[in-house]
């Protein structure tokens, strides 16, 4: 009897709720992705040890996830609505540290066709925006690489407000409290203060976004790293012409200073573009070039990539991607958006050297 209780509820959490509930639903979704890279220009991580790498991969094409979303219908147009979402290895079946086993959504909210969706909780924070402006739609090798995970970044005890879309314009707010004493933060807590806005007209012939996102540092609530700590600008457009989608953006990531530190520039100027062919139904092929300055002698890079998809059905499909990323002399950037720093365990190559990669693998949505 018990078993069957078990079973029972479990049973009523996989499939909509019905009859007395027939106006409430939740869905379980998530993809997983994984491949074959290999990686050179990478630093020997021991004496006489090998500038390249094979290994297995999760995640380079597009994050593997998992998560549950629901609404409840609460009259007058109005939901109740919730997501949770966790991210995972799927070569090795782990997820992300510290305990989170929804460290990419954890939301509850109200929604409305015609006021908008408010959200509490824990999300993407809103520099994620690009995905939609990204040639590679921040696959591992793309708008993150050269600002070491900048632009793609998480916050908790979020505040957020997306709104309908009014003429073809619509906007999203976020705002992400420390938690601390101090309130931009002062190392009590795990994250600062963080903020920011964006606007998106879209029509069917192109598409324009303008963001805004503000992240401080925890440990003294200071704009200190243009990597970690700083204010961020973009401006975005695509453009849709027939089987081809043109993308481009510009950002302009500041900080407000500090001591100077080697390979930790206060000022970036991040700027990418290129262009997507349907090729077939199935099939597509995408080039980009995505470049950097960074100030403080930090250098500048350019990053090459050229991929393309081919769906074997709605919900798999197959990916590649090759890009090589080059380095002025003082610059060490890697394909991957690996953190600031010169040695071997970064990842990142040695300065004024390249790194050149590629990578293959499949993809499924559930």
């Known amino acids: 009897m018990k078993k069957a209780l078990i079973v029972t509820s479990l049973a009523s959490l996989a499939f909509p709720l019905t009859s007395a509930f027939a106006q409430s639903s939740v869905t379980l979704y998530g993809r997983l992705d994984a491949g074959i890279e290999y990686m050179n220009g990478l630093q020997p991580t021991t004496p006489g040890g090998g500038s390249s790498r094979w290994r297995a991969e999760s995640g380079d094409w597009g994050t593997s996830l998992w998560g549950l979303k629901g609404a409840e219908e609460l009259g007058g147009g109005m939901q109740a609505v919730f997501r949770l979402e966790g991210a995972f290895n799927t070569m090795t079946g782990t997820g992300p540290g510290n305990n989170q086993i929804f460290d990419r959504f954890a939301t509850v909210g109200l929604a409305s066709k015609q006021y908008g969706t408010f959200n509490m909780g824990r999300e993407l924070a809103i520099a994620n925006g690009v995905w ?17 995970g900048r632009n793609w970044n998480h916050t908790s005890n979020n505040v957020s407000y997306q709104s309908p879309n009014f003429a073809g314009f619509d906007f999203a707010g976020q705002y992400s409290l420390s938690n601390a004493t101090n309130f931009n933060g002062n190392g009590t807590t795990t994250q600062g203060r963080a903020d920011g806005a964006q606007v998106t007209y879209t029509s069917s012939v192109f598409q324009v976004r303008g963001i805004y996102d503000e992240l401080r540092d925890s440990a003294n609530g200071a704009l200190d790293s243009a990597f970690t700590a700083s204010r961020e600008y973009t401006g975005a457009v695509n453009v849709f012409l027939g089987p081809f989608t043109v993308r481009a953006a510009y950002q302009a990531i500041r900080s407000s200073g500090g001591a100077y530190i080697a390979g930790q520039p206060t000022s970036l100027d991040h700027e990418w573009g290129g262009i997507t062919w349907q090729a077939t139904p199935a099939a597509t092929v995408t080039a ?8 403080k002698g930090s250098g500048n890079a350019t990053m090459y990539a050229l991929g393309g998809t081919y769906n074997l059905s709605k919900r798999t499909q197959l990916h590649l991607e090759a890009a090589t990323v080059q380095n002025s002399s003082t610059a060490n950037f890697s394909l991957n ?28 949505l559930f």
Do not use: K, M
């Open 337 to 364: 958006a690996n953190a600031a720093g010169t040695t071997p365990d970064t990842g990142n190559p040695l300065a004024g050297h390249s790194q050149t990669g590629v990578f293959a693998g499949i993809e499924h």
């Open 288 to 295: 980009a070039v995505y470049h950097v300055n960074a100030n």
């Open 132 to 148: 939609d402006f990204d040639p590679f739609g921040q696959s591992n090798w793309s708008s993150a690489s050269l600002v070491r």
